[in-house]
Nanobody, 116 residues
Framework: QVQLVESGGGLVQAGGSLRLSCAAS????????MGWYRQAPGKQREWVST????????YYTDSVKDRFTVSRDNSKNTVYLQMNSLKREDTAVYYC?????????WGLGTQVTVSS
């Protein structure tokens, strides 16, 4: 019903930046929120950020506040995660999510690797 495709991951040095994209397609009307989780090797999946579609309110986990920014482009049905001042601890597979009514959708993930 809803498909999400992430892109923009890659290898960057500590202190560098990346911008992740999540393109939504399918039955995307009346989306409530979109955002990002991440999962590092050997760790549980961690919530990173959410943007509320109706209000544009944004929320972040403490470890990325002041470094990451979530935004959206409704004309392209896309949500972004701008990641600045990257740290090695940010290395993970980043997953896009979307919520519509009681349903939740996930992308397949994109790898972000931060080197020293």
């Amino acid at each position: 019903q809803v498909q999400l495709v992430e892109s923009g991951g890659g290898l960057v040095q500590a202190g560098g930046s990346l911008r992740l994209s999540c393109a939504a397609s399918g039955s995307i009307s009346s989306m409530n929120s979109m955002g990002w989780y991440r999962q590092a090797p050997g760790k549980q999946r961690e919530w990173v950020s959410t943007i509320i579609i109706s209000t544009s309110s944004t929320y972040y986990t403490d470890s990325v506040k002041d470094r990451f920014t979530v935004s959206r482009d409704n004309s392209k049905n896309t949500v972004y995660l701008q990641m600045n001042s990257l740290k090695r601890e940010d290395t993970a597979v980043y997953y896009c999510f979307a919520r519509k009514y009681s349903n939740e959708y996930w992308g397949l993930g994109t790898q972000v690797t931060v080197s020293s």
